[in-house]
């Protein structure tokens, strides 16, 4: 396969390709078309182009780079990206090329050839059991959820069974094996800071030997757990290195063996026996969480439906933290495949209902948002939002474009309802990225796993196309220099993928600045002022803390960056400004 350096890369799309705003694409066959004429429940009149969601099937679907053409999934943030920058090189030819990382390839391209059955596991230049034991706990501590596929008293007792006869218990136990290696592979990197494009992370040499021995697709190993558990710390050791397409089919891959294995459904403990039906139940959750994030980034479907699922959740296997912890994760993830299934869903039942579906998913976050923010920060919360609102963002693009003369740029004119589900999205991104400053300064940011780094990314990129398309929006540009302290702060820590965000947030910038709207322009009405209500919940930052965060940012939605109640007021106004509209339009 080509690499990105030796073709950079076009989208190529029919004319009529582009979302047709305000109504069907006119391409649509006839049968098609008949089935359109059935009216859909009412959504309101949330302005032209706001109806459907462009980023599903009708806009810039496949991209042409390196000789072949490439998927762009709708939920993908890179697909985003692809689509953003080549819908603005249309109409500014003379820009750059877009860089083009394909999703193969990652910040650092590892190769491993499979071990035979019958060939030996390397076990030179392993680190003596204490260094090994620090390296487990550094792993344990910043891989939080994810750790949980480790059992950790059998692994300790297979630790200690190793360091007395290396390659007996390697070659006895190469899944077990494989593991061990893994989880060296990441302490390392989280241990050094420093690493090479050229050389990868450091403990990379270990990664590779792991990789060699996890299981093939013959489905012919007995250690069923095993394998799931080496398969998804593989997958997640490939996220780190932006290899996604490799990190999708392992978790995957690790999915289709717990389907297979049964564990996907409820193991009564009176029949398997009880260590055994709760290992399978946490290892089946945290694959399950990961499957959905991946899939998720790569702009895929869920791959499981939750209605076939009957495996019980953590928390009502046990009242511990760890078990509450993770079902807050499960409770996340199953909202990510709702966000999947109707912003992002296919079909006539969609037709019209974006900001409808954005305003449930809202809904829904909020009332989980009250059980987060009593236990635990995580990422996910305003990841949730930022994907919701994505869809509404790229629509006022399409319309910011195609009514802009480049010579007088002038702002989107927003409807009540999207103007508020867009202020949700710059809260968010904007406390999204003010939390990850927070944890550059007191160096806890995280620069090997991808997560931090994907949540900085996504919510950039959108305050970039919403400062174009609405500045009114944003209060102020204080996130501009957090960004970039966020990423030089990755950077400097030894992040290989880092640079490749930041070249790609520059570019859009820089296309970007011929779009930027003039000053002089009035600024378009806050939704809290358009249509004046009974009651002034504020806007979203003034509801937030205005002084300096520190650490007091952990006692709230910090990531999510509002509040459950800001989010349910949100769904409220957006009842009312839905309804309020409808009225309007049958007056006018």
């Known amino acids: 396969m080509p690499r990105h350096e030796e073709a950079p890369g076009q989208l190529e799309t029919p004319s009529h390709d582009s979302p047709q705003l305000g109504g069907d694409p006119q391409s649509e066959p006839e049968s098609e078309l008949e089935d359109h004429d059935e009216v859909p429940p009412h959504h309101g009149d949330f302005g032209p182009g706001f109806r459907q969601n462009p980023l599903v099937d009708n806009d810039y679907t496949f991209a042409k780079a390196g000789g072949k053409y490439w998927y762009m999934g709708p939920t993908s943030s890179w697909s985003f990206c692809r689509r953003v920058l080549a819908l603005l090189g249309k109409r500014i030819p003379e820009a750059a090329p877009d860089p083009w990382h394909l999703p193969h390839e990652g910040a650092f391209r590892m190769q491993w050839k499979p071990l035979g059955i019958n060939e030996e596991p390397d076990v ?26 480790i059992d950790e008293s059998s692994f300790m007792k297979n630790l200690h069974e190793f360091y007395e006869d290396p390659a007996a218990k390697a070659s006895s136990s190469r899944l077990w094996y494989a593991q061990y290696l893994l989880i060296l592979a990441f ?32 489905g012919l190993n007995p250690d069923t757990i095993s394998s799931i558990q080496a398969l998804a710390l593989a997958a997640v050791y490939f996220q780190c290195l932006d290899m996604r397409l490799a990190a999708f089919q392992h978790i995957g891959q690790a999915l289709r063996i717990s389907i297979v294995e049964g564990i996907y ?43 076939d699922i009957t495996v019980k959740l953590p928390s009502q296997v046990d009242d511990s933290l760890d078990a509450l912890n993770m079902t807050l994760h499960v409770r996340l993830s199953r909202l990510m495949a709702r966000i999947l299934t109707t912003v992002y869903g296919v079909g006539k039942s969609f037709d019209g209902s974006l900001v409808s579906n954005s305003k449930s998913i809202l809904r829904d976050l909020a009332r989980l948002s009250r059980d987060l923010t009593a236990l635990l920060d995580t990422h996910f919360q305003g990841s949730c939002v930022v994907l919701t609102t994505r869809p509404l963002v790229m629509c006022a693009l399409h319309i910011h474009i195609e009514h802009s003369d480049l010579r007088n740029t002038q702002t989107v004119s927003l409807t009540p309802p999207v103007a508020s589900l867009l202020q949700s999205c710059v809260d968010s991104a904007q406390t999204v990225l003010r939390t990850l400053r927070v944890l550059g300064d007191e160096d806890l940011l995280e620069a090997f ?27 102020d540009d204080t996130w501009c220099e957090n960004i970039k302290c966020v990423l030089d702060k990755m950077i400097q820590k030894g992040s290989l993928v880092a640079p490749l965000r930041k070249l790609e947030l520059s570019q859009l910038e820089n296309i970007m600045t011929a779009f930027t709207p003039a000053p002089e322009q009035p600024p378009t009405p806050s939704p809290s002022t358009a249509h004046p209500q009974p009651q002034d919940h504020g806007s979203f930052l003034d509801q937030m803390e205005h002084e300096e965060p520190g650490w007091d940012i952990f006692d709230t939605s910090g990531m999510g960056g509002l509040s459950p109640q800001a989010l349910l007021d949100l769904a409220e106004r957006l009842d009312v400004e839905d309804l309020m509209q409808s009225v309007d339009d049958q007056v006018s």
């Open 449 to 475: 796993l991808p997560f931090q780094l994907e949540d900085a990314f996504s919510s950039a990129f959108l305050l970039f196309l919403i400062r174009v398309i609405d500045p009114s929006l944003l209060h």
């Open 187 to 218: 302490g390392k990197a989280f241990v050094v800071s420093h690493s090479s494009p050229h050389t990868g992370p450091p403990g990379v040499q270990y990664a590779t030997r792991a990789m060699a021995l996890l299981p093939d697709l013959s």
């Open 265 to 307: 459904r409820h193991m009564p403990e009176e029949v398997v026996g009880v260590e055994h039906s709760r290992r399978c139940n946490i290892v089946f959750w945290v694959v399950y969480t990961l499957d959905r994030e991946f899939a998720a980034l790569m702009g895929a479907p869920s791959s499981i439906r939750d209605e």
């Open 124 to 149: 030179s230049n392993l680190p003596p059991l204490d260094y090994a034991m620090f390296l487990f706990n550094t792993a344990k501590y910043y891989l939080g959820a994810v750790f949980y596929l």
